[in-house]
């Protein structure tokens, strides 16, 4: 029988230069195979050419002075060699026979009952159980990595959802170490308790879930909008376990959000600009025709409802008029400008309402002065709104305004955060449409406006909130490249 690996380097570690000269000659007798055989001649000369890396496999005698087979083998086994190592001994013994086995021996042979075919047979299982286990360690650090490199978040549950095995991802995701999250619940990132109910019951009914749109939040509170794809597998010792990963969508969300709040703007001014047209033409007769009946009328008393009539048609131009600058995309004059000294101007801009409340105000700036390409005065009117909605949603004596500058690779980020009322999840949806407020004598447009002047600033704002609790702002503006 051809073994494989038939060109196989072998060592064989004995002290007795005889013993080896008879087992080399036995291997060497094996009908159609080539193997280079080498001597090593005593326990430290055997491990140093063992942990060079060149041998396939090796024999080892039992007897080796002051050290034996077995110290052989669980020095081979200390320093990390995976090399298939096989114990010789003069006679049998079961207890040294369990020792070798316990520090990785392939096999135990007596060195009296050897011959070509038994050493055919132990050398052929030794190579072919090695190569089996270098494909198994393969396969498996392969798919180690897999788990461990990927951005998406890979995770095995038990049945109740405690989470068993993550890998590194949910840091950079949700903020936790690993540690932490073993001693977790899937259940317990779950933000909506609709999501969480549903995946606890798919789980019950032994179905899974695929491509789940779920809402997660992160250690710092932060909401992470994820795909979760969770599949229950069945174990060797045949417990049903769970195995999932969690794909992170939030910039994605981001972009479509972002997206969708420009085509709403953009198709809202296409139907103030007909709107417009089409209530200007009739308003203009009417206000020529009250103009010419002024004239012709000669009873005094029907020139007062001569006025109202102007005065309300004057009015309704003017919303028109309004309506069509904060749709109308806005022309900036874009320069070189340092983003902590509008912010500055922004700040002092609101001083006066900040004192009148008695709200604590805290800034946060980094050390480095950023730069951006702004219309400074458009761009401190979208975010003096911002931070002027931001004063009217706190309570006197209670409220806390905090406004930080932060640098994130190409992009400067500027988050506005107070401790007002909040915002329902329902209005955040409907916070830059025209004519949307939540104020008692609000127009609706103050907010459109801003987000016109940050589109045309090529930035994007994200609103979070927690009803009765906070509201941040997050302004992402391109740096200065």
């Known amino acids: 029988m051809i073994l494989p690996n038939k060109n196989a380097r072998i060592l064989i570690v004995d002290d007795d230069e005889d013993d080896f000269i008879i087992i080399g000659g036995y291997i060497k007798s094996i009908y159609g195979n080539s193997f280079h055989i080498e001597w090593g001649k005593n326990f430290v000369e055997g491990i140093n050419k063992l942990f060079s890396g060149k041998y396939d496999m090796y024999f080892v005698d039992y007897r080796l002075g002051i050290k034996n087979g077995v110290d052989f083998l669980e020095e081979a086994e200390s320093r990390k060699i995976e090399v298939p190592g096989v114990l010789l001994t003069g006679k049998g013994n079961y207890e040294v026979d369990i020792k070798a086995m316990k520090f990785g021996a392939v096999d135990y042979l007596v060195k009296t009952e050897l011959s070509s075919e038994k050493l055919e047979r132990c050398i052929r299982y030794a190579l072919e159980r090695a190569e089996a286990t270098n494909a198994l360690k393969n396969s498996e650090l392969k798919y180690r990595n897999i788990f461990e490199k990927s951005k998406d978040v890979f995770f095995v549950a038990d049945q109740q959802l405690n989470i068993v095995d993550v890998n590194q991802s949910v840091f950079i995701l949700l903020g936790y170490d690993i540690a932490e999250v073993l001693k977790m619940n899937l259940a317990d990132w779950f933000g909506f ?25 992160s250690k710092s509170g932060e909401k992470k909008y994820c ?28 972009a479509e959000k972002a997206t969708l709040q420009a085509e709403k703007l953009a198709a809202a001014g296409r139907l103030v600009r007909t709107i417009a047209h089409e209530v200007r033409n009739p308003l ?6 009250v103009d010419q009946m002024r004239i012709d009328a000669r009873d005094e008393n029907i ?30 004059t874009l320069e070189r400008q340092i983003l902590q000294n509008i912010l500055d101007d922004v700040i002092e801009a609101s001083v006066d309402r900040i004192t009148l409340k008695n709200i604590r105000l805290q800034i946060s700036y980094p050390e480095t002065k950023i730069e951006i390409l702004a219309d400074r005065e458009k761009l401190m009117i979208a975010l003096l709104n911002i931070v002027i909605n931001a004063i009217e949603a706190m309570n006197n004596y209670e409220g806390r305004l905090f406004i930080a500058l932060i640098e994130e690779e190409e992009n400067a980020v500027v988050v506005i955060s107070d401790n007002g009322c909040g915002i329902s999840e329902e209005n955040i949806c ?5 004519y949307f407020t939540q104020k008692r004598n609000g127009v609706g447009l103050g907010l459109t406006f801003t987000l016109n002047i940050l589109q045309a600033h090529k930035a994007t704002v994200d609103v979070s909130s927690i009803p009765d609790v906070s509201t941040t702002f997050t302004i992402t503006i391109p740096l200065l490249k």
């Not at 999501?195 to 997660?216: H, M």
């Not at 203009?284 to 025709?289: A, D, F, M, V």
């Not at 309704?316 to 904060?326: C, F, G, R, V």
């Open 193 to 217: 308790d609709e999501q969480r109910e549903f995946l606890i019951k798919s789980i019950q009914n032994g179905v899974g879930v695929t491509d789940l749109e779920i809402v997660l939040m």
């Open 430 to 434: 409907k916070l830059f449409e025209p």
């Open 284 to 289: 203009n007769n009417i206000t020529l025709s």
């Open 227 to 254: 795909i979760i794809t969770l599949t229950l597998e069945l174990s060797a010792d045949n417990n049903t376990y769970l195995q999932g990963i969690i794909h992170d969508i939030t910039h994605l969300k981001k």
């Open 303 to 332: 020139q007062q409802y001569f006025d109202i009539i102007l005065r309300n048609g004057k009015r309704i131009s003017d919303l028109i008029s309004e309506l069509l600058y904060t749709s109308r995309p806005t022309e900036n």
